[in-house]
Structures are given as structure tokens and as C-alpha cells.
């Protein structure tokens, strides 16, 4: 607690201090690396966070919650090729220390390697994977929704046009359905995704098409400061991914748009 109020007071050393020595007293203890991974974030010090965490894994390997922070600070904060392989590490690192533990914890390891599988390039295995985790997720609006959102970005980049399709028409389906008709926030976050996707968009109405909706979906993120109801995504975005895949699928073509 007490770090949380130094740094809600923006006094940096003092937390640091503190944060060090409740890690000291108590290295199994979740929230220190939190706190930790927050601390350098707001100094802008995402990578001094990582080379800290780094240290913090070597002597103390059996703490499952500083895996958690690495794979977050490599996919959604540094967010490029090397870091995309790390973050894929870091979280099936993670998954093999918890496999016998909590579910819900393992579950939520599943879906962060799951979007690690999509951006460090293995598609295939976005595809296998996603209906498993489906079965498991029961009525669970967010982590259906992302799994979705994570199979139509494989499936484009994997050029399989019909399956994007059908996975787009469920994920506005989805969307429209549990979020956009309540306002409610998505609790999922793609900063890691969208720059992944973003890079591949070229000259290709598809990813431009794709990039664009995750980008509107990731900005209904509870991460962000919510105020009011979530911004809604429009059903044009939706309509112009729809268009680009056709498009492509029947031989016409569509203007490549930029993204918003």
C-alpha cells in the first residue's frame, strides 16, 4: 500500500525503495512485480523494466507473476520482432510452471500465448488452437470476443479469405451483441497486435481493412480511462473489412484506406 501512494505521488525513488524491499521480504508476493512493471511504465522505462524483471526471474524462477509482467512488457509495450519472441518465451514459460495450478490462471496464460502465437508468425497453430480455448470459455463475452478477433487476423494473414469471413461476421456479431449495445468495455488489449498487424498492412486492402477494425476495438479497452460508456465501433469498419475480403476472394478489388 505504501508504494502505491508514493506513486500515485509520482515519487519514484521512494517507491522503488519500497517495492525492493517488499520483494526482498517477500519475493512470491504478485503484486510487488506489478507495482514494479507500473513504476518504470509511467517514467517511460518499459525496457529498464524488462532488464529488471530479467534479473528478478534469474533468483527467483518459481514466481510465476514476473513472467506474466515480462510477457506483458514485451508484446504490449515494446512491441517489436524481438520482443514479440520474447513475450512468446516468457509466456510458455509461464504456462509450463503453472500447468497443475489455478485453471482460471492457466486459462488466462492460454489466451496470452495465443495472441503471442499470432505475432510471432505461427498461424497454424492460432487456428488449432482457438476452438479448444472456445469450449472452455463458455459465455465469456471478452476472451470469445479477443479469441475471435485473434483467429480473423490469422486467418488473413494467412490469405484464407472464406474462413476470414465467416470469423468476421462472428465477431461483429459478438461486438454488437455484448458490447456495443451496453457500452461496455472490452477487457482485452491489443498494442502489441495492432502494430504486428499494422506492418503487414503494405498496399493490401485486407490488412488495412483488418488493421483498422482492431484498432477501433482496441480503443473500447478497459485498459484505457474509461469515462462513460465505450466509444462504439462503427458498423463501416466492419463493412469495409467485410468488402476487401470479398474483393479478394472473387478477383474485384476495393481502394486501400487508411486506417483511423
Not at 472452455?136 to 487476423?153: E, S, T
Not at 469495409?240 to 476495393?254: C, F, I, K, N, P
Request: proline content about 3%.
Amino acid at each position: 500500500m505504501q508504494a502505491m501512494i508514493l506513486g500515485s505521488l509520482q515519487d519514484y525513488t521512494g517507491t522503488d525503495r519500497v517495492v525492493t524491499s517488499a520483494i526482498r521480504t517477500d519475493p512470491t508476493y504478485s503484486l510487488s512485480y506489478r507495482l514494479l512493471a507500473d513504476l518504470y511504465h509511467r517514467q517511460g522505462h518499459d525496457s529498464e523494466a524488462a532488464a529488471r524483471l530479467r534479473a528478478l526471474q534469474s533468483a527467483h524462477p518459481e514466481v510465476a507473476e514476473i513472467y506474466v509482467q515480462l510477457a506483458f512488457i514485451y508484446h504490449e509495450r515494446l512491441a517489436d520482432a524481438a520482443s514479440y519472441e520474447l513475450a512468446y518465451e516468457a509466456n510458455s514459460r509461464l504456462l509450463r510452471l503453472i500447468s497443475d495450478g489455478d485453471p482460471a490462471q492457466v486459462l488466462a496464460a492460454e489466451m496470452n500465448l495465443l495472441e503471442c502465437r499470432l505475432t510471432v508468425g505461427r498461424y497454424r497453430e492460432v487456428l488449432a488452437k482457438a476452438p479448444e480455448l472456445l469450449t472452455r470459455l463458455g459465455d465469456d463475452a471478452d476472451n470469445r470476443l479477443a479469441v475471435h478477433v485473434l483467429v480473423l487476423a490469422a486467418q488473413v494473414l494467412s490469405r484464407d479469405d472464406r474462413g476470414a469471413l465467416k470469423t468476421a461476421d462472428e465477431v461483429r456479431r459478438i461486438y454488437n451483441d455484448d458490447f456495443k449495445s451496453s457500452g461496455k468495455w472490452h477487457g482485452w488489449l491489443y498494442d502489441g497486435t495492432l502494430p504486428y498487424v499494422q506492418k503487414h498492412v503494405a498496399a493490401d486492402a485486407r490488412m488495412t481493412a483488418l488493421a483498422e477494425l482492431i484498432q477501433a476495438i482496441n480503443k473500447t479497452s478497459s485498459f484505457r480511462e474509461q469515462s462513460g460508456p465505450a466509444p462504439a465501433v462503427s458498423g463501416e469498419v466492419f463493412d469495409r473489412l467485410t468488402a476487401a475480403l470479398e474483393a479478394r476472394r472473387t478477383g474485384g478489388s476495393v481502394p486501400v484506406t487508411g486506417t483511423r
